[in-house]
Each structure stands twice: as C-alpha cells, then as structure tokens.
C-alpha cells in the first residue's frame, strides 16, 4: 500500500456528539485531502473518507466517483469504545473529553485522543500487547528503544514510555493516524521521546531492543523479515 505523503489537517479533537459523513469509493483517492477530512481508510480495494461535513460536492469536484455513503455520530463509529476511561494492564487511558484529574484509575494515565484511528485500548490485541508491555516493567525488563511498526493512535509507543521506556520510533501509512499520534504524544508531554513517521512499516529500519506490531495478519506476517527484527531483543507480532 502506498503511503500517503500529504500532511493531514485535523480539526477540532472529535467527540461524542460530532456528526460524521463517510464517502466509499474504488477509485484511488487516498491523497484527497480537506481542511474538513478526518480520516482517510482503505480496506479491501475501497477507499473510505471520513469528514465532519457533507463533502459530496468537494469530492466531485475533485473527479472522485463515490460509490457509498453513511451518516453517523461519531459515538456510532466508536461502537462504545473509548467514549469512557478505561484500565488496560495497569495503565489508565482517559479520552480528551473527560476529566483526567476526576478520574481514578490503576498506574499511569494516558491522555488519548482516539480520533478515527486504531488504538483505543479495547481491541483484544492491543491489550495484550500493553499486558506484555507492562510485565517487562514489573520485572525491571524495560526496554530502552521501542519501534512501533502500524502505530495507529500512537498508543503503544506511548504506553512503552509511561512504564519506562527511554525512547519510541512509530510509523503508520495513514498521515492523518500519524497527525493523531503526534498530537497524543504532545497531549501527554512526551513529544521529546516519541517520533512518528508516515510511511510503510517495510521501509522503517530503526535500531531497537522491541519491535512491536499491532497489524492484522497478514500485515503481520509480512513483516517477518523486517531488516530490524534481527538487531531487537524482543518482538511482539500481533495476529500471527
């Protein structure tokens, strides 16, 4: 999948309440790009675009042939994931739209704006990927470089940092996952220690002693001969 290399323009952090209008099209058109454009996904040779206002005009006008569209609150898209704080494996992780401090929660808090990107904590693969997390911290095993590989939200380069992690390198096809990712880790003051990059996860070769990736399958499979796997001390392969 080629990356997108336009730099995204995120709105106002989305929330419960927001109305969302969601334009599919097999045509290619993941470069579109709106200051009203929230999320830009691509699945099974359909291309998705997610904005915050009817946008049918602007895609149009734009040449783009739109073959489905939907209307839906932005708690819709969530499903009733993350609308509330929730505790993963010790960490707390509190969306921008409640009060962290009236919140009480296990460990660390992690302020994360889920957006239209994956990574909210609920999904059973990202949960064990922060329980694998946070057993190396209990037993003192923290790793010094973390590379996430499909950083989504940017939440478990994160979380590695909450439990002690020195540094993080996270990357993602998507631009508009990696402008959210960026803005948590500015959310949570760890800017200085947490890089994001657009790009595709094969081409990333960052020396680390974890490399984690939270991918489906295939996405997983493919990378079992990312030229960083053999420099790692550990790795976490989701799906496999």
């Known amino acids: 999948m080629a990356a997108q290399t336009a730099r995204a323009t995120l709105p106002a952090v989305l929330a419960p309440g927001v109305i969302l209008h969601v334009y599919g099209t097999t045509k290619p058109a993941a470069t579109f790009r709106s200051t009203d454009l929230v999320g830009v996904l691509e699945d099974d040779g359909w291309t998705y675009l997610v904005f915050t206002r009817e946008a049918g005009d602007d895609l149009a006008e734009a040449g783009i042939e739109i073959d489905y569209t939907a209307v839906l609150p932005y708690e819709q898209w969530l499903d009733g994931d993350a609308l509330a704080p929730v505790v993963v494996a010790g960490l707390t992780i509190v969306p921008p739209w409640c009060d962290a401090d009236g919140v009480e929660g296990q460990g660390a808090k992690l302020l994360m704006e889920p957006s239209?990107?994956?990574?909210?904590?609920?999904?059973?693969?990202?949960?064990?990927?922060?329980?694998?997390?946070?057993?190396?911290?209990?037993?003192?095993?923290?790793?010094?470089?973390v590379l996430d590989l499909g950083c989504g939200t940017g939440l478990l380069s994160l979380a590695a940092l909450r439990l002690g992690a020195?540094?993080?390198?996270?990357?993602?096809?998507?631009?508009?996952?990696?402008?959210?990712?960026?803005?948590n880790a500015r959310r949570n003051g760890l800017e200085e220690r947490a890089s994001f990059r657009c790009c595709d996860a094969r081409d990333l070769v960052v020396e680390a002693d974890l490399v984690v990736a939270n991918l489906p399958p295939a996405a997983s499979s493919a990378?079992?001969?990312?030229p960083s796997l053999p420099g790692c001390r550990l790795a976490v392969l989701s799906g496999m």
């Open 166 to 183: 020195a540094a993080t390198t996270g990357c993602d096809v998507n631009a508009l996952a990696v402008e959210v990712a960026r803005r």
């Open 223 to 226: 990378l079992l001969t990312h």
């Open 116 to 145: 239209l990107a994956f990574g909210t904590g609920a999904h059973p693969t990202t949960r064990r990927c922060l329980a694998l997390l946070a057993g190396l911290a209990r037993s003192g095993d923290v790793p010094a470089q």
